[in-house]
C-alpha cells in the first residue's frame, strides 16, 4: 500500500491528512521526546539488514555516536509536532529532499524505510502502540513519503534536462592532485565521457560512491570548492583519522584512501550537484558573511568565487579560522579574489600560530574567532550569514547569532553530517 500510494503522490498534490491521525501522532509528540532516538537506532539497525539499502547511506553518520539517528529523530518530532501546520516544514522537507537525491533515494526505497520505521515505533513503543496509532503513523508516513518522492522527482527532472546534467551516479577521472596544505588535498575532476559540466549553485556539495578495497562501496559527500564554470569540478579533501575499532564508518576511510591513492586517471562515481546550502543570489546587493572554521572554508570558497565572478559590489567578508599555517588551505585562492575585488574583505585567525607563522602576513589575528568580535566588526543586523566548519564552532556561532537578535531566516549554516543537531 505504502507503495502504490507514494507513487500516486509523485504525480499529484498528496491527499490531506485525516483529523484523527493529525491528533493522533501530536499525542505521540511526548513521547517522541523521550523515545525518539531509540525509534530511529532502532529503524536504522533494521533497514540495514537489507544491504543494498545499507550501501545507499553514508555509514560515518551512524553507529552509536553517530549524527544521522539524532538528526532522523528531530525531523520526525517535528514533523510530529507541525503536521497541523505542514507549511512550517518547508526547509526541512527540502533538506531532506537534497539529501535524498544526492543518495539516489528512488520510489522504491520508500517501502522499505517506512517498513523499519514503523516496526520501529511498535519495539520501542510497545503496548503503547496501539492499533489506533499504529495506523495514524502508517498514514502520515505515506503522506510524507509522497511529498518527498514529488520533491525528489521534481529535483532529478532538473538535474537531467540541465546541459550536462545526469542521474544516479556517473564517472569522473581525477585531472590534477593538488595539495592545499599539511592535511587537505584538492581534486579536479572532469567528466570520463568527455561530455559537458553540470553547472552547479555556489555552496552544493557533490556524492561519491567509491568501492574501498576490503570495504566495499561507499558513500561520502563533499562539496564544491570553486565557483561554477570552466571545465572541471573540485572538491578538497582533509584526511580525517580513522577509528581503529569501526574503520568501516569512520570518516577517515575515504579521505585516507583518496589521499594515499587519489591520483590522476582514477576514475571515480559521482552524483550530481545537490544541497541546499546555497548563495541566495550572487549578485544581491546585501551585505553578506561567509564564516567557517578548518575544512569548512570549502563551500564557502565556492561563494565566494560566485560573487567575484557576478560582478556584485555587495560589501562581503570572508571569514576563516583555522589551526595554523598548515592547517590552512586555499590562502593564496582566497587572497588574490579579496585583493582583485575592493568590496570583498578576507580575515583569518590562527588558533595557535605556528613558528613560521608571520602576524600581518599569514593570518590576521591569533586565537579563535568570537561573537564580540563579530559583534564589532561586521554588520550582522543587515547581512547574510553563511557559516560551515566543525560542529563545535558552528554551535558557538549559530547560539551567539540568535543570542545577538539575530533574524534565523538570515543564518544559513551547513556542516559535515546532518545539521539539524545544532536546532537541538
Known amino acids: 500500500m505504502a507503495a502504490r500510494r507514494a507513487a500516486r503522490h509523485t504525480d499529484e498534490e498528496p491527499s490531506m491528512l485525516s483529523e484523527t491521525t493529525i491528533q493522533i501522532v501530536k499525542a505521540c509528540v511526548p513521547a517522541l521526546k523521550d523515545k525518539g532516538l531509540e525509534i530511529t537506532r532502532r529503524m536504522y539497525e533494521i533497514l540495514f539488514r537489507n544491504p543494498e539499502i545499507k550501501d545507499l547511506f553514508n555509514q560515518s553518520h551512524h553507529g552509536e555516536t553517530g549524527s544521522q539517528p539524532k538528526s532522523l ?8 509536532e507541525h503536521i497541523d501546520r505542514l507549511a512550517a516544514l518547508g526547509p526541512m522537507v527540502e533538506r531532506i529532499a537534497q539529501k535524498h537525491v544526492a543518495l539516489s533515494i528512488l520510489p522504491e526505497h520508500y517501502p522499505h524505510v517506512g517498513a523499519a520505521l514503523l516496526q520501529a515505533i511498535r519495539d520501542v513503543l510497545g503496548d503503547a502502540a496501539t ?29 537531467a534536462a540541465q546541459i550536462g546534467g545526469w542521474t544516479g551516479y556517473r564517472d569522473f577521472v581525477v585531472d590534477r592532485v593538488v595539495p592545499e596544505s599539511g592535511i587537505i588535498t584538492s581534486f579536479h575532476l572532469k567528466p570520463a565521457d568527455g561530455g559537458p559540466l553540470m553547472a552547479f549553485k555556489p555552496g552544493q556539495y557533490l556524492t561519491f560512491r567509491i568501492d574501498i578495497p576490503g570495504h566495499g562501496p561507499v ?5 564544491l570548492s570553486r565557483g561554477p564554470g570552466g571545465d572541471h569540478y573540485r572538491i578538497s579533501v582533509k584526511r580525517e583519522p580513522a577509528p581503529a575499532d569501526k574503520p568501516e564508518a569512520g570518516p577517515g576511510l575515504v579521505s585516507n584512501f583518496l589521499h594515499d591513492h587519489g591520483a590522476p586517471g582514477m576514475t571515480l562515481s559521482v552524483a550530481a550537484p545537490a544541497g ?24 564557502l570558497v565556492s561563494m565566494l568565487d560566485g560573487i567575484a565572478a557576478s560582478g556584485s559590489k555587495r560589501p562581503t567578508w570572508f571569514i576563516h579560522g ?14 588574490t579574489v579579496a585583493a582583485a575585488h575592493e568590496n570583498i574583505e578576507s580575515i583569518t585567525f590562527y588558533e595557535a600560530p605556528g613558528e613560521r607563522d608571520v ?18 566588526t561586521v554588520p550582522l543586523a543587515e547581512a ?5 566548519g566543525p560542529k563545535a564552532f558552528m554551535r558557538m556561532v549559530v547560539g551567539s547569532l540568535r543570542d545577538m537578535g539575530v533574524a534565523p531566516d538570515r543564518v544559513h549554516h551547513e556542516f559535515f553530517g546532518p545539521a539539524d543537531e545544532l536546532r537541538a
Open 73 to 80: 529523530a528531530l525531523a520526525v518530532l517535528a514533523y510530529a
Open 131 to 159: 492499533e489506533d496509532v499504529m495506523a495514524a503513523w502508517t498514514e502520515a508516513y505515506q503522506f510524507l513519503a509522497g511529498v518527498l518522492i514529488g520533491r525528489e522527482a521534481a529535483i532529478y527532472g532538473e538535474q
Open 219 to 223: 558513500v561520502r559527500n563533499y562539496s
Open 276 to 299: 541546499d546550502f546555497v548563495l541566495d543570489d550572487p549578485a544581491a546587493e546585501r551585505p553578506v558573511v561567509l564564516l567557517s572554521g578548518g575544512v569548512g572554508l570549502t563551500p
Open 322 to 335: 583555522t589551526r595554523c599555517g598548515d592547517h590552512h588551505a586555499l590562502k593564496e585562492h582566497v587572497r
Open 359 to 376: 602576524a600581518g602576513r599569514d593570518f590576521d589575528h591569533a586565537g579563535l574567532i568570537t561573537a564580540e568580535w563579530l559583534r564589532r
Open 384 to 388: 547574510d550569514i553563511y557559516l560551515c
